[in-house]
């Protein structure tokens, strides 16, 4: 072949056809976006941050809810568990918790050696629901407690970045929640949370979990499992109101969040937690 | 064309069959993605609604103090002072709601005060726990402790 037929020809043909595909391309997206933008009917309106919730009077941006959990006023009685199932209709089998006791045993034996807080004895007879039967004995040297866990409704949840069809999200007042329509039950949240607080229900195949019991917060009243607990280790907090008492125990107390190394920014502050908490 | 691509046409029919399922792609996502998505941000504004619609089944204690100030009078003082009426009671939230419709039944205080006050290793030091028969005999709680004001003077 002649010069001419294959190296200027074949670089001009290349060119061309980028040139002309990248032409296509734009203007189909562009043709096919305008086509849609009109179908979808005028931009929406923006409707009064008071009324997201269906609750006049409770704006979304003036709250930033958090709970605090005292270990160290804990009895693990489980009426937090007990209030939470009534109130939020879970079911009642021993593999659906919204909100679960934990009790935690260090054995006389590894209170000398500090390695042993990885091996703590963990058990959580039906998540708590009908307390704890004894099993260990005051006094023999050993460190026994009880934690309460729910969904720690993170700042930087790792449930919502996974989410495949934004199902699951953190409302503007910080309120992690399951939209249950949208949900596709990929168990892809309930995968990817780190404190193991997401489960799938049974009867909807969603993914479900603590809701901070939204549909009380937003009308004034506390969540159940807050208003239940006869010690007052469990204490929601509204992080955007200065009067809440939230902002002085903080302040006066040592706190920590479970798995700080995951960076969640989780909202569920422990007053009290042992090393040996996983 | 110029500058000859040889046999444009397949290529043509090609690209108008992409360019058409993009078109009707986004068509079609204008229809079925709902109105509300991605206003408040990546998810559906419209479920805050939902979830916070749900009814309550525990009515919270300023609802209880509402009808039954002499109760909280009673309590005032009283080491039970801050546990909540319900805590004990149970939900009442359709009691409070409408009093003659729902009675609620007195909890069982063989059982219950137990759930709390029963001795044992994981709860903390300082809290009030015994062994019911080293404690009693195995006699009832309520025999000597009020319920709403549980200190004998």
Known sequence: ?278 | MKGGIKDVEHFVRAAVLVGAGLCLFLVLRGFLVPKDFGVLGHYRAGALADIAARPASFAGRAACEECHSDVAEARKGSKHEKVNCEACHGALAAHAQDPGSVTPTLPDTTKLCLTCHEKNAARPVNFPQVDPQEHSGGEICVSCHKPHHPEIE
């Open chain 1, 1 to 278: 072949m002649s010069p001419e037929e294959t190296t200027p020809n074949m670089m001009s043909d290349r060119r061309k056809f980028l040139k002309n595909g990248a032409r296509f391309v734009l203007l189909t997206f562009a043709g096919g976006a305008a086509v849609e933008r009109i179908l979808s009917g005028e931009p929406v309106v923006r409707v009064l941050a008071d009324s997201y919730t269906g609750t006049p009077g409770y704006d979304v941006s003036q709250h930033w809810w958090g709970m605090i959990i005292d270990i160290e006023k804990c009895i693990g009685c489980g009426n937090c568990v007990r209030a939470c199932k009534r109130e939020n209709d879970v079911p009642l089998e021993p593999f659906y918790f919204r909100t679960w006791v934990e009790r935690y045993h260090v054995p006389a034996k590894d209170m000398l050696h500090p390695e042993a807080e990885d091996h703590p004895e963990v058990d959580s007879p039906d998540g708590g629901y009908d307390g704890f039967p004894e099993r260990y004995h005051a006094g023999d040297g050993s460190k026994n407690f009880f934690v309460p866990k729910l969904c720690n409704h993170c700042a930087h949840s790792p449930c919502v970045q996974v989410c495949p069809v934004g199902a699951t999200f953190e409302s503007p007042d910080g309120v992690v929640l399951v939209d249950k329509k949208y949900c596709l039950g990929c168990r892809y949240c309930i995968q990817a949370c780190p404190y193991g607080c997401r489960f799938l229900d049974p009867r909807t195949r969603t993914a479900d979990k603590c809701t901070l019991c939204y549909h009380r917060i937003t009308k004034g009243l506390t969540t159940a499992c807050c208003e239940t607990c006869p010690t007052g280790a469990r204490k929601l907090g509204d992080l955007k109101d200065p009067k809440d008492p939230i902002h002085e125990f903080l302040a006066t107390h040592k706190v920590q969040v479970l798995k700080p190394q995951m960076a969640t920014g989780s909202k569920t502050y422990y007053n009290g937690m042992d090393a040996s908490v996983r």
